[in-house]
């Protein structure tokens, strides 16, 4: 039922493509067409179920964690203000995509305009780039606080957190926001099938009949520029932490060092390892490699990471753990 239903939208877009065709000679008005996860159609209902509940899970938790933040004046700290930030930029990342897919495996709504396609495209990439830079923030402040606490309050201060917070939406902008005019550059011919779940640059590119080599180059060239270059400045900032750590006189004083960076670490560990293991597989193992394994990757990449990061910071940080129970404490006094 579901191919007969997948093959019906594909005639009729191929229909709205070849009279596009006559009259304008490009398909981009007919919009996109979202296959899903190719070769799994017969399970979209089931894998919507865990989807659906990370997604949920995650804006729950992120919701508290943002609540008690900003509730709690004891968290208005630039550790905790970082945070904040990036539990925003992970619900805005799985809400770019996670609905759109649901609504494709639940009601078969799988059509999406062109502009559409390069608005979903440009918040997703976006994102991803805001979070990496949220990333370095907080691994700047960890840098901060244990190579120079005397300096700690000078250093950062209201109004350097909030330079950083529009340096990363502005970075985030001009890293991403040229890729949409590199994309409406092309002309498009072909019948718009994405075999994915949501938008994305080189899926939307590889529609075109025109020479997307530029394409390419500049998604590289991004992509070594943001993510790349934050990278390699956490990794740098990490080693200058574990040097000032372990010259520490005392083991304890090590350890509670450590311990302040444990959530931190296991959040960027969780962001980029998967995201790498996708690009990698991509690149090297594509011929090897499912597409679906690919795709799947790709959906459990945006909503994962936003689901474990509260878990990760409520359980192994107790400032955030009492304030949670305080705000829930006074919203329970309030109700009666």
Known sequence: MTQVRTLQKIMALSFANSTAAVNSSDTRMAGCLLTGIPGLEHLHIWLSIPLCTMYVAALIGNGILICVILSQPSLHEPMYIFLSMLASTDVLLSTSTMPKTLANFWLGSSHISFNGCLTQMFFI??????????????????????????????????????????????HSFIIMFPSIFLLKRLHYCRI???????????????????????????????????????????????????????????????????????????????FYVPALFSVFAYRFGGRHIPRYV??????LYVVIPPMLNPIIYGVRTKQILEGAKEMFSNLAKESK
């Open 294 to 299: 690919h795709i799947l990757l790709a959906n």
């Open 192 to 270: 718009n099938i994405i075999e994915h779940t949501f938008c994305e640059h080189m899926g939307i590119a590889r529609l075109s009949c025109s020479d997307i080599s530029i394409n390419v180059w500049y998604g590289l060239a991004a992509a070594l520029l943001s993510t790349g270059l934050d990278i390699i400045l956490i990794a740098v900032s990490y080693i200058h932490i574990l040097l000032a750590v372990f010259r520490l006189p005392s083991q304890d004083a090590q350890s509670k060092a450590l311990s302040t960076c444990g959530s931190h670490v296991c959040v960027i560990l969780l």
């Open 125 to 170: 990439h976006f994102l991803f780039v805001a979070d990496s830079a949220v990333l370095l923030a907080m691994a700047f402040d960890r840098y901060v606080a244990i190579c120079s606490p005397l300096r700690y309050a000078t250093i950062l201060t209201s109004t350097v957190i909030g330079k950083i917070a529009a340096a990363t939406l502005t």
